[in-house]
C-alpha cells in the first residue's frame, strides 16, 4: 500500500479513470485484478451464476 | 415477467447443528417444524418438472443451491437422485452449488457432486475460538473440528478446483479481523464472502450497540486493508462488489448496489416462499399471501403474478433516507431483512445504515491513495 509520504506527495488529481491506468501500477493485487475484470467487462466471479455460493445456510 | 437468476431449494428442513445467530431457528420463526424432514421423491419430481418449464420460458439461465437446513442431511442416496432429476430437468448451463456447514461431507457425497456437477460453498466463522461461540451443536458443543475435516476432504478430492466454490463467515466483531482473514485464506478456497448477523431495529444484530454505532464496518474496514495489502488474497465478494460498484460496474449479490436480483425459494414440500432471511422480522415474514407450490402451479406463472413483482421489489429500499442518499447507487440499502422495524415495516434504512457508509467511504479513501478514482 502506497505510504502516507508517497500519498501526500500527490497532487489531489492523482487518482485515474481505472479504464486507463496502468495495472501493473497498482500495487494491490485484489484492486488490479478487479480494475482489469472492470475494463475487460468481466464477471466478478470465476463462474457464472456463481454468487449463489455466498447464501448463508444458518 | 421477473427473471429468476437463483433457485433456492430447501432440501432438508432440519439441521445438525444449531447456531445461535440462525434466522431459521432461533429468531422467532417456527415454520420449519411443519416442514418434511427432506424433500420427497415426489416433491424432486415436480421441482425437476417445474424448473424444466421455468428454464424453457426464460432467456437466461439461472443457478440452483441447495439448502435447508443442512442440505446434506439428505444423504449421498437421495443427493444422487435428486442431482440426476435435476440434471436431467435442467441444461449444462445451469449451476447447481449447494451451501453446507461442512460436517456432513464424505468422499461418496463429493463423488456425486462431482459426477452431477454441482459444487460447494462451507460455512465456517473462522478459526476454532471464533467460529465455536456460536456455530454449536444442539447440546451446544464445538462443531470446528469436524467443519474442518470437512473441508480438508472437499480440498483433497480429485475434483476440488471444481467442486471447492468458498467459504463464507458471519462476522463476529469482537474477533481479530487479521486472524480470522489469515485463517480463512489457510483454508484454500478461491472465494470467501462475509455476512453480517441477522437483525433489524427491532431486534438489534447481537454485537450492534445502536443504528449509529459502526462495529461491523470498523471491523471490515480493517479486514479491508489486509485483504488491499495481501500480495496473494482469495476473493472477497463482499469488498469485489462494492470496489465494482464504486467504479461504476455492477455488483454479483443482494445487499449492495441496486441491481434486482429473482431469487426464487422452494421449501422442502415442493411449496413457494419469499426469501428465507425475512424470518428475522417476524413469524411468517417469509410466506406469500398466495400458497404457491411445485405440485400445482407452474413457476412461470408465480413470477409473472402481482405478488410476486411485489416481493422482488423489495429489494429497493423504499425509505427517504435511502432514496436521497449520494451512496444509494453502491449500498443498495442494504438486505431488506436488515431494514424492518416493528414500527414501519421495511420503510426505514438498513439498521447496518452507518456501517455500510463507514466501509465506503473507507473503500474510497484506499481508491484514491491507490490512484484509482471513481
Given at each position: 500500500m502506497p505510504t502516507t509520504q508517497e500519498t501526500q506527495s500527490?497532487?489531489?488529481?492523482?487518482?485515474?479513470d481505472p479504464l486507463e491506468i496502468?495495472?501493473?501500477?497498482?500495487?494491490s493485487p485484489a484492486l488490479a485484478r478487479l480494475v482489469e475484470e472492470i475494463r475487460n467487462d468481466e464477471p466478478s466471479t470465476n463462474r457464472a451464476y456463481d454468487r449463489v455460493h455466498n447464501r448463508h445456510n444458518r | 415477467m421477473v427473471g429468476i437468476d437463483t433457485v433456492l431449494i430447501k432440501v432438508a428442513s432440519r439441521c445438525n447443528i444449531n447456531c445461535s445467530y440462525c434466522y431459521v431457528y432461533n429468531m422467532g420463526d417456527a415454520g420449519w417444524a411443519v416442514m418434511p424432514k427432506r424433500i420427497s421423491h415426489e416433491t424432486a419430481l415436480a421441482i425437476g418438472r417445474a424448473l424444466s418449464e421455468l428454464s424453457s420460458a426464460q432467456r437466461h439461465p439461472f443457478a440452483v443451491v441447495l439448502h435447508g437446513g443442512?442440505?446434506?442431511?439428505?444423504?449421498q442416496k437421495r443427493l444422487e437422485r435428486l442431482l440426476e432429476i435435476l440434471r436431467r430437468a435442467l441444461p449444462p448451463s445451469h449451476s447447481i452449488s449447494i451451501q453446507t456447514?461442512?460436517?456432513?461431507?464424505t468422499e461418496a457425497i463429493l463423488d456425486t457432486c462431482s459426477e452431477y456437477r454441482t459444487n460447494l460453498s462451507v460455512s465456517i466463522d473462522g478459526p476454532g475460538i471464533v467460529h465455536d461461540r456460536y456455530r454449536?451443536?444442539?447440546?451446544?458443543?464445538?462443531t470446528h473440528a469436524k467443519v474442518v475435516e470437512g473441508i480438508r476432504r472437499l480440498r483433497e478430492h480429485r475434483d476440488a478446483q471444481f467442486l471447492y466454490s468458498g467459504l463464507l463467515a458471519v462476522i463476529?466483531?469482537?474477533?481479530h479481523p487479521g486472524d480470522v482473514y489469515q485463517y480463512l485464506k489457510g483454508l484454500g478456497a478461491p472465494s470467501i464472502d462475509f455476512l453480517c448477523r441477522d437483525g433489524n431495529h427491532s431486534h438489534l444484530p447481537?454485537?450492534?450497540?445502536?443504528?449509529?454505532?459502526i462495529e461491523f464496518g470498523s471491523w471490515l474496514a480493517r479486514l479491508l486493508d489486509l485483504y488491499l495489502a495481501d500480495p496473494t488474497p482469495p476473493r472477497i465478494r463482499l469488498f469485489d462488489d462494492i470496489i465494482r460498484l464504486i467504479l461504476g460496474a455492477s455488483g454479483?449479490?443482494?445487499?449492495?448496489?441496486i441491481t434486482d436480483f429473482g431469487i426464487l425459494i422452494l421449501e422442502t414440500d415442493g411449496s413457494v416462499a419469499k426469501?428465507?432471511?425475512?424470518?428475522s422480522a417476524y413469524?411468517?415474514?417469509?410466506?406469500?399471501?398466495t400458497t404457491w407450490s411445485v405440485h400445482e402451479h407452474n413457476l412461470t406463472e408465480v413470477v409473472n403474478s402481482i405478488e410476486f413483482a411485489s416481493y422482488h421489489a423489495m429489494q429497493r429500499p423504499s425509505s427517504k433516507a435511502c432514496l436521497s442518499c449520494p451512496e444509494l447507487h453502491v449500498c443498495?440499502?442494504?438486505?431488506?431483512?436488515?431494514?424492518?422495524?416493528?414500527?414501519?415495516g421495511f420503510n426505514n434504512?438498513?439498521?447496518y445504515c452507518m456501517d455500510q457508509k463507514f466501509l465506503i467511504d473507507h473503500i474510497r479513501s484506499r481508491l484514491i491513495e491507490y490512484r484509482i478514482s471513481a
Open positions: 500527490l497532487p489531489a488529481t492523482a487518482a485515474s496502468d495495472v501493473s501500477g497498482i500495487s | 443442512e442440505p446434506l442431511l439428505l444423504g456447514n461442512g460436517m456432513l461431507i454449536v451443536g444442539h447440546g451446544g458443543e464445538p463476529d466483531p469482537d474477533s447481537d454485537g450492534k450497540a445502536s443504528f449509529e454505532s454479483i449479490k443482494e445487499g449492495v448496489g426469501n428465507d432471511t425475512l424470518k413469524d411468517g415474514a417469509d410466506r406469500f399471501e443498495g440499502g442494504g438486505m431488506p431483512l436488515h431494514r424492518w422495524s416493528d414500527e414501519n434504512p438498513s439498521v
